[in-house]
């Protein structure tokens, strides 16, 4: 099962590359990773998405907790969460094409942010669901380039990971 | 007072009490060196190869509980250091290894003797640090003591860039340390500690299966006191042979793939297992799916939340300190009012006995030549079981397990999770600077001994009075057993041809070299060798080249398919 767990681990240089080299070792997958500072900035806080069995999640919880690093961990999927993702698309934006694009990019709530003669770039924030049906609702030949941040995720309500 | 990072280094060791550095100079370590030679706080062993030094200083943990400490200096010497830093990771053994690093600026250029140690390292360490400000080197020195020898020891790397030993700064070495990042959980839960003592005292079939974290967490006293109180059966892994009496007639030997039969028999059909500070790894209970064919509840105490249902499902985890728990679990026991299930006990012995009857680890005692098994017994008897016994990796590591009966913890030394060929005559090293006045032995093989046969010549400088016993059966014996067993006898380059005349060699370093081809002259030789307590005694046993290792659980295999040597 597809898993989200976010963490809080110390900002020091080589952070990261400890993460990174764990699932690696160790062979655990690892879908999309995502870092960067919180408002305290001795602390990152990372999101990372990843699969497997509930032994497998366990595990890694544990080994990520292990890490000396590592202040706090949290499997998002323990409970209620929100997750979004960041994806900038840039597609031929030429002919029927032009006003199709826009009719899209209205319908999935997307933003254009940049136009030029023969494209836009088009920004949408969602879950990853959300932005692969983006991808698989247009003519994929249309499609330049497209780059996603990975998803971050927080819990609900008054679930908060903090120190 | 303004003090050199170099003078740094070496008041930091001094404030943790350090005896020995084991380590070797080069160029990126200079002034680190050139501050040893004014200090006479701890002492400096020169080692012939920075391996031999870190696991020498692996031993010396292993053998005291002491923080072990190593120096070694950038690039080459760093990357020699890294099996040795593995090997003791894999064992859970705390220690501090100090790398020189080429200076802050040079860092990413390609300077010469430059390597990424932080990055090399990272997979193989508890933690690792780069020092980057010379401010920082006194509380990093004091988080990798902490962080090496708490909660699951292990190794710990620190690299010094050489211009971070030039600069200057005021020394404060910190009292403690807090990091909120880092605080391991060492009183085990009293909630879970009651449910599995009420499992254990309702179990019909008990069983106690203790691991190398008894060892490292001290715990043997309170081990023994537990299984004695209880009455019920144990067995040791590897790691944690002489964390309980190996002559107590509780105790069923070592289990796993080359363990008793009574041991591998009584883990397979009990039905309430006490783990104590083991892992349950694939050399221990075999194949995990042939291991659950039969149900039991499994209590599981261990200092390492992952180390628990990693590869075994159990019922009562309980993370902890095995110190604190068994003491726990002592104290609620002389509370309790319930009393083991004396009638079951006693049908369960009696079906303990008669694996144990059958004698698993009987071996031809009459053969004129030498059988390997004959030379550790008599090795036991003639240091009446005290001595401080390091193993290399094979065969001769198994006959050593298997007949050498540790009363005592801290007195085996072998690499059992990394199986690290070569260990045996550092480790040797390590513990006899700890313990000077101990017997220490090295049994090892002849593939084994030449990995870091240099280290003779330490050995010689250092007036070391190890006794080798090389069990020389001119096969890396464990790849010959195995390519006879399931390779058709195809010994695919397990032949060790063009050996050296290892009386010579030994005498050309000074030492006493010994050569033993008749069973009739081993126990003799023992004596005359362990009689000359100054001085380092290589003794090459020539020994006989079929001999296997029994019993064996195959590769894969469950426990109870486990092969004896009369099966054959």
């Known amino acids: 099962m597809r898993h989200i767990i976010s963490l809080l681990m110390e900002n020091e240089a080589g952070a990261l590359s400890r993460v990174a080299g764990l699932f690696s070792a160790r062979a655990y997958n690892i879908e999309s990773l995502t870092v960067a500072p919180t408002e305290d900035a001795t602390l990152s806080r990372m999101t990372i998405v990843t699969s497997g069995s509930d032994e497998i999640i366990e595990q890694i919880i544990k080994q990520l907790n292990k890490l000396v690093d590592v202040v706090k961990v949290l499997d998002l999927n323990d409970g209620r969460f929100l997750e979004r993702e960041l994806m900038l698309v840039k597609v031929k934006a030429t002919g029927a094409h032009r006003e199709e694009m826009k009719r899209m990019s209205d319908i999935f709530r997307g933003r254009i942010i940049d136009v030029a003669d023969g494209s836009y770039t088009i920004e949408l924030t969602g879950s990853g669901s959300k932005l692969d049906a983006f991808l698989e609702a247009i003519d994929k030949s249309a499609i330049l380039e497209t780059v996603r941040t990975g998803a971050s995720g927080i819990g609900r309500g008054d679930r908060i990971l903090k120190v | 007072m303004q003090l050199t990072g170099a003078e740094i280094v070496i008041r930091c060791l001094h404030e943790e009490k350090v005896e020995f550095v084991f380590g070797y100079p080069g160029g990126a370590v200079l002034n680190i060196y050139d501050a040893i030679f004014q200090q006479d706080g701890f002492k400096h062993i020169l080692v012939r190869h920075e391996q031999a030094a870190v696991h020498a200083a692996d031993a010396y943990a292993r053998s005291t509980g002491k923080v072990g400490v190593a120096l070694v200096t950038s690039g080459p010497g760093a990357t020699n250091a890294v099996t040795g830093i593995a090997t003791a990771y894999m064992d859970s053994i705390p220690m501090v290894v100090l790398s020189g690093q080429v200076p ?96 254990l005292l309702e179990a019909k079939r008990p069983m106690i299966y203790t691991g190398g974290g008894v060892v490292l967490g001290d715990a043997a006293e309170l081990l023994t006191k537990l299984v004695r109180k209880l009455g019920y059966p144990m067995t040791n892994t590897l790691m944690g042979l002489g964390g309980y009496p190996a002559t107590d007639k509780q105790c069923l030997g070592m289990l796993g793939m080359h363990g008793t039969l009574e041991a591998n028999m009584a883990m397979q059909e009990c039905d309430v297992l006490l783990a104590v500070g083991a892992r349950f790894d694939d050399r221990v209970i075999g194949n995990p799916s042939h291991f659950f064919e039969s149900s039991r509840k499994i209590i599981h105490i261990d200092v390492d939340p992952s180390s628990i249902s990693k590869r075994v499902k159990v019922d009562v985890p309980i993370v902890g300190d095995v110190r604190s728990v068994l003491a726990d679990m002592l104290e609620l026991l002389s509370e309790s009012d319930k009393t083991p299930n004396e009638s079951a006990l006693a049908a369960w012995w009696q079906k303990i006995d008669g694996w144990r009857g059958r004698n698993c680890l009987s071996y031809d005692r009459n053969s004129a030549i030498i059988k390997p098994q004959y030379v550790v017994e008599k090795l036991w008897e003639v240091t009446k079981g005290e001595a401080y016994v390091t193993s290399d990796v094979g065969q001769h590591q198994m006959w050593a397990a298997q007949y050498y009966k540790f009363d005592q913890p801290r007195r085996w030394l072998n690499s059992g999770g990394l199986g690290t060929m070569g260990v045996g005559l550092p480790y040797a090293m390590g513990a006899q600077f700890a313990h000077p006045n101990a017997q220490v032995a090295c049994v090892t093989g002849e593939g084994s001994i030449q990995m870091n046969i240099q280290e003779l010549s330490t050995c010689k400088q250092y007036h070391l009075p190890i006794k080798v016993i090389l069990l020389n059966n001119r096969y890396l014996g464990m790849v010959r057993q195995w390519q006879e067993f399931f390779y058709e006898n195809r010994y695919s380059e397990s032949y060790m041809d063009s050996l050296p005349d290892f009386v010579k060699l030994a005498e050309s370093y000074g030492h006493v070299g010994m050569q033993i081809d008749k069973s009739s002259d081993v126990e003799g030789a023992l004596k005359e060798a362990f009689a000359m307590k100054d001085r380092f005694v290589f003794m090459d046993f020539i020994t006989d080249q079929k001999e296997n290792v029994f019993p064996m659980v195959p590769n894969g295999k469950g426990l109870s398919e486990i092969i004896l040597a009369e099966d054959l």
Do not use: W
Request: glycine letters at 6%; one cysteine or more.
């Open chain 2, 104 to 199: 802050t600026p040079a860092i990413g250029q390609d300077a010469f003797q430059e390597c990424d140690m932080v990055g090399i390292t990272r997979p193989c360490v508890k933690h690792n640090f780069l020092v980057k400000d010379v401010k920082d080197l006194a509380s990093t020195i004091k988080k990798a003591f902490y962080i090496a020898a708490s909660g699951r020891p292990g190794p710990v790397v620190v690299d010094i860039p050489k211009d971070i030993t030039a600069h200057t700064t005021k020394f404060e070495y910190p009292d403690s340390v807090q990091m909120r990042s880092y605080n391991p959980v060492l009183k085990g839960h009293s909630g879970q500690i009651k449910k599995a003592l009420k499992l």
